[in-house]
């Protein structure tokens, strides 16, 4: 089992950046695929990006390409995303999210594990 714990939300000026970190606690970081999804209210969960440690293939949303990046410092447990060219329609929660090794997490069906959820806010 995985705890993963985000931090980082806030509020922030359209074209402004955020990094949010998700901090993995339990089992050993590197056994799971790990991404990020967000949520807007009244919507489903939606894919942000997905990472597989096999390979290293990393995988965006259109919506996001360009502008996000996803990261990892394995020997502190810590997943990050970093923001930037940040717009209004990235208002949301953000979630960290682990599921199967070797597997691309795209759905919410994959996962096994979530964080609690962090706010971005980007105001216009």
């Known amino acids: 089992q995985v705890q993963l714990v985000e931090s980082g939300g806030g509020l922030v000026q359209a074209g402004g950046s955020l990094r949010l970190s998700c901090a993995a606690s339990g089992r050993t970081f590197s056994t799971y695929s790990m991404g990020w999804f967000r949520q807007v209210p009244g919507k489903e969960r939606e894919f942000v990006v997905a990472i597989r440690w096999i390979g290293g293939d990393i995988y965006y949303a259109d919506s996001v390409k360009g502008r996000f990046t996803i990261s990892s410092d394995n020997a502190k447990a810590t997943l990050y995303l970093q923001m930037n060219s940040l717009k209004p329609e990235d208002t949301a929660v953000y979630y960290c999210?682990?599921?199967?090794?070797?597997?691309?997490?795209?759905?919410?069906?994959?996962?096994?594990?979530w964080g609690q959820g962090t706010q971005v806010t980007v105001s216009s």
């Open positions: 999210a682990a599921g199967p090794l070797g597997v691309f997490l795209k759905s919410t069906s994959q996962i096994a594990y």
